[in-house]
């Protein structure tokens, strides 16, 4: 894997990992569970661009961990918890309620439902949640990108610094690139909230 200095960069380098995977690979549910065990094990420290891109793959395979929902919980009710771990948390408990509830199973469910928590949700595997958290969060994408993600047909509205909105057409807009050689546990909390509810 090449050393990621850019959000370009992890963009590209996540998303190419993803295509090598099948799809739609584990549930969800699963992943997450997965993915928050590496969290655990790396929280208090700073993780690289690297580490991240890293755990983001590994989460596809491993063991199941077993996750009691009393556990969940327990982390989303304690302020001391991290708020990355909280949500997290959260996410697992919703992914299981609506496993219950039989949302999941619902064709229409990528157009958006909501978790019996009150929670919206409009991602529900690994690829999907996996790409928009991190074009949410980080950004990186660019037309062309053969991720699927395409620019919406039409005009936008972009805020501009005097908080009014303005029609724009989206190939207009230039995406950020900027240097990106840490992630911090904020932008761990971003890149959850985005896999969610980015589209």
């Given at each position: 894997m090449p050393v990621i200095t850019s959000n370009r960069e992890l963009y590209r380098?996540?998303?190419?990992?993803?295509?090598?995977?099948?799809?739609?690979?584990?549930?969800?549910?699963?992943?997450?569970a997965r993915l928050r065990q590496t969290f655990i094990a790396q929280?208090?420290?700073p993780m690289t661009a690297d580490g991240f891109a890293a755990a983001l793959d590994a989460a596809f395979e491993g063991e199941t961990p077993g996750l009691d929902t009393s556990v969940l919980q327990a982390v989303v009710a304690s302020a001391a918890t991290p708020?990355?771990?909280?949500?997290?948390?959260?996410?697992?408990?919703d992914l299981r309620?609506?496993?219950?509830?039989?949302?999941?199973?619902?064709?229409?469910r990528y157009f958006g439902v909501d978790a019996p928590s009150g929670a919206r949700w409009?991602?529900?595997?690994?690829?999907?949640?996996?790409?928009?958290?991190?074009?949410?969060?980080?950004?990186?994408?660019?037309?062309?990108?053969?991720?699927?993600?395409?620019?919406?047909?039409?005009?936008?509205a972009v805020m501009g610094a005097d908080n009014t909105l303005t029609p724009v057409?989206?190939?207009?807009?230039?995406?950020?690139?900027?240097?990106?050689?840490?992630?911090?546990?904020?932008?761990?909390?971003e890149f959850l909230w985005a896999g969610q509810n980015y589209e």
């Open positions: 380098v996540v998303t190419a990992a993803l295509q090598r995977r099948s799809r739609p690979g584990p549930a969800l549910e699963l992943y997450l929280a208090g420290v708020v990355w771990h909280r949500q997290l948390a959260r996410q697992l408990i309620e609506m496993a219950e509830a039989g949302t999941l199973e619902r064709d229409d409009y991602n529900f595997d690994p690829h999907a949640f996996v790409e928009c958290g991190l074009s949410g969060s980080f950004g990186g994408w660019e037309p062309g990108d053969d991720t699927g993600r395409e620019l919406v047909p039409g005009t936008v057409n989206p190939e207009e807009l230039d995406e950020p690139h900027y240097s990106l050689t840490s992630i911090s546990w904020e932008q761990v909390e």
